[in-house]
Nanobody
Framework: QLQLVESGGGLVQPGGSLRLSCAAT????????INWFRQAPGKEREGVSC????????YYADSVKGRFTISRDNAKNTVYLQMNSLKPEDTAVYYC?????????WGQGTQVTVSS
């Protein structure tokens, strides 16, 4: 079965950190660009970060630049999103997306809540 599974979300206080994981089963992430999106209640889904197939290019939305870091561990077939200095406005469901070779895979999402 081909699927992406996100994990690592949870409740954290402002200024805290979380690391989200996006693990693939049934296919190899090496051949895909990986995107992280998020959607807050009542808002449209927005792109947060992406990493190219070759890992040469990484993109961050202005709202997370300097706080979030995307990385890939090919041996574990997993992509990570390290999130530091979290703010209440980072509260959202975070989704990972694998795009390439004519395929477009999505995970089910993981909830991140930043609150005191």
């Amino acid at each position: 079965q081909l699927q992406l599974v996100e994990s690592g979300g949870g409740l954290v206080q402002p200024g805290g950190s979380l690391r989200l994981s996006c693990a693939a089963t049934g296919f190899t992430l090496d051949y895909y660009a990986i995107n992280w999106f998020r959607q807050a209640p009542g808002k449209e889904r927005e792109g947060v970060s992406c990493i190219s197939r070759s890992d040469r290019t990484k993109y961050y939305a202005d709202s997370v630049k300097g706080r979030f870091t995307i990385s890939r561990d090919n041996a574990k077939n997993t992509v990570y999103l390290q999130m530091n200095s979290l703010k209440p406005e980072d509260t959202a469901v975070y989704y990972c997306n694998a795009l390439g070779s004519g395929h477009d895979y999505w995970g089910q999402g993981t909830q991140v809540t930043v609150s005191s």
